[in-house]
């Protein structure tokens, strides 16, 4: 099965940036849509970016456009979310999930940890 594993999340500066990477303990990624999801505190999860299986188109929340890159590794099947200018509005704890594309990234299967991402000067 695959197993999600979220790192690359920790204190920022505003201003700064982060990538953020996920990868599978389990089953390889390589064909599997991944989705990037975040959830502040008090807040609900949303979507933020996916990129598609089979090549690697992507989808972003119109307000994830700009400041954040989904990409892919396809030697290590490792699924990375670069976040730009980085403000206190991205503090959350950041999730990986399998998802299907073309209904806009919505996932399915078990979500991780997750990593936690916190902006402050």
């Known amino acids: 099965q695959v197993q999600l594993v979220e790192s690359g999340g920790g204190l920022v500066n505003p201003g700064g940036s982060l990538k953020l990477s996920c990868a599978s303990s389990?089953?390889?990624?390589?064909?599997?849509?991944v989705g990037w999801f975040r959830q502040a505190p008090g807040r609900t999860r949303v979507a933020i970016s996916c990129i598609k299986d089979t090549d690697d188109s992507t989808y972003y929340q119109d307000y994830a456009k700009g400041r954040f890159t989904i990409s892919r590794d396809r030697t290590t099947n490792t699924v990375y979310l670069q976040i730009d200018r980085l403000n206190a509005e991205d503090t959350a704890v950041y999730y990986c999930?399998?998802?299907?594309?073309?209904?806009?990234?919505?996932?399915?299967?078990?979500w991780g940890q997750g990593t936690q991402v916190t902006v402050s000067s």
């Open positions: 999930a399998t998802v299907h594309f073309k209904s806009r990234c919505t996932p399915f299967g078990s």
């Open positions: 389990g089953v390889s990624l390589a064909n599997f849509a």
